[in-house]
């Protein structure tokens, strides 16, 4: 996954990924769907930009959890009152409970398969106080993913320098993508590689998915905060 670029993730995805405008989409969401919440809990949090939004703009406690270790350190420095977990969605227990567990940034796509979709969701609703709410940001379904696509993010600052270049291919119900990064400093030039693969799930497998996983009403917001859609998953009273 991210394992060779996540001391460039912020400078990447802040050159189109607005995490303040979405947390507020998610903010507005949770007075709609959950209005007491209070306490969430961001499944696959990245470097904790979500979470700090949500936290320094609306006043909720934030927790996270991720299997990259570094970004973990950069989410508790963003968010020192959060406490941050190193885990596995597919298989975490945090001994815990939240009004809402978030899982945004299509993060769910990286359980690769229906087997551990569903064990995700398991976990997810583990984690969800009754009358709570899972908010998920879904990976593109099967027949909205294009293979064969090539893409490049260009960073330019005065003092650092990335191209990030991708391309795509489908491997059964795979997306898979190469990525290689040329990123220059003033003291080097390196020249990096890695290879994320997010499972290609239909609209009807995730419900399936967050119903095995324990939650009774489950609706889909094909727009979402991205484009991507939005499941909100509601856990009994």
Same mark, same amino acid.
């Given at each position: 996954m991210f394992s060779q670029s996540t001391e460039l993730y912020d400078f990447i995805y802040s050159e189109f990924k607005d995490f303040e405008a979405e947390a507020s989409q998610i903010a507005t969401l949770l007075r709609? *769907? !959950?209005p $007491?919440? *209070?306490? @969430? #809990?961001?499944?696959? !949090?990245g470097t904790g930009r979500h979470a700090a939004a949500l936290v320094s703009n609306y006043g909720f406690e934030v927790d996270g959890l991720d299997i990259e270790s570094?970004? @973990?350190?950069?989410?508790?420095?963003? !968010?020192?009152?959060?406490?941050?977990?190193?885990? %596995?969605?597919? $298989?975490? %227990?945090?001994? $815990?409970?939240? %009004?809402?567990? /978030? !899982? &945004?940034?299509?993060?769910?796509?990286?359980?690769?398969? @229906?087997?551990? /979709?569903?064990?995700s969701a398991k976990s997810i609703r583990r984690h969800v106080a009754p009358g709570g709410v899972a908010i998920i940001e879904p990976w593109f379904t099967p027949e909205f993913f294009r293979g064969g696509a090539v893409h490049m993010t260009i960073v330019d600052r005065e003092d650092l320098k990335i191209s990030r270049v991708n391309r795509t291919e489908i491997r059964g119900r795979i997306s898979w993508m190469e990525f290689q990064y040329l990123v220059a400093d003033p003291h080097e030039i390196r020249? &990096? *590689?890695?290879?994320?693969?997010?499972? #290609?799930?239909?609209?009807?497998?995730?419900?399936?998915?967050?119903r095995a996983g324990g939650f009774q009403e489950v609706e889909f917001d094909p727009e979402g905060i991205t484009g991507r859609g939005l499941y909100i998953a509601r856990s009994q009273s």
């Open positions: 709609e *769907k !959950c $007491s919440a *209070k306490r @969430l #809990l961001d499944v696959g !949090c570094g970004f @973990l350190e950069s989410a508790r420095e963003r !968010c020192p009152n959060g406490e941050f977990f190193h885990g %596995d969605m597919a $298989s975490f %227990d945090l001994g $815990s409970s939240y %009004d809402a567990v /978030l !899982c &945004l940034f299509s993060s769910i796509g990286y359980v690769r398969t @229906l087997e551990r /979709l569903t064990l020249h &990096l *590689k890695e290879v994320h693969e997010l499972g #290609l799930f239909t609209e009807e497998e995730m419900f399936e998915a967050l």
